[in-house]
């Protein structure tokens, strides 16, 4: 018994296929094959493309991280002037000397514009606090009752702090010519940036 591929007898057999599923074979075997092609040679590019597009998306967060890291570092700035700003008010009522001279130029100017007559104006101890010091200050004055009540309201509103915690008046004359004499207790305050070593070693308050 031979075995073998009886080449004739398939040859004689695919002569025998009509010419339309011949042809719809040979399409079909090109169509795969090409399909093969296709999937062997882009497979590689359509992996580097994903890749591509998830480090591009990866890439386009942290360029959003960091505007709105931008963005905050803006938003703090803003802050911190503000912050500086608002500091420097308080330092301009609190300022960072004893500033005593500057301080009765700035009583009297007041007591000038209203046409009050500063007498005299007497510095007290100063008094050390935690994180400010007091200045009290005594003044005597004179002038008619519009003109006090106008330097009082003045002095509250001048740019350093200071407050009147007593006064006292009395009046001189009568009608028209009327003329108080008065006397005052103030404080005026400074910034320290420092505590005194008394304070931070737990000791009492001092008075210089």
Known sequence: MKLGLDTKGVAR???????????????????????????????????????????????????????????NLEKHKREYQQMLAQLDDVLKQLPESKDIPNLLRSVTSVGEETRLKIKYFEPKAIKQKEFYSELPFDIKFNGPFHSVATFFDDVRRMERLVNITSFSLESKGVGKNAILEGTCSANAYVYQKERPAAQKKGGKEGVK
């Open 13 to 71: 057999r695919i002569e025998r296929i009509p010419s339309i599923y011949k042809t719809i074979i040979v399409l079909v075997i090109a169509v795969l094959l090409l399909v093969a092609l296709i999937y062997l040679f882009a497979k590689p590019q359509w992996e580097e493309s994903e890749k591509l597009q998830k480090e591009q998306a990866q890439l386009q967060q942290e360029l959003n991280n960091l505007r709105e890291i931008k963005n």
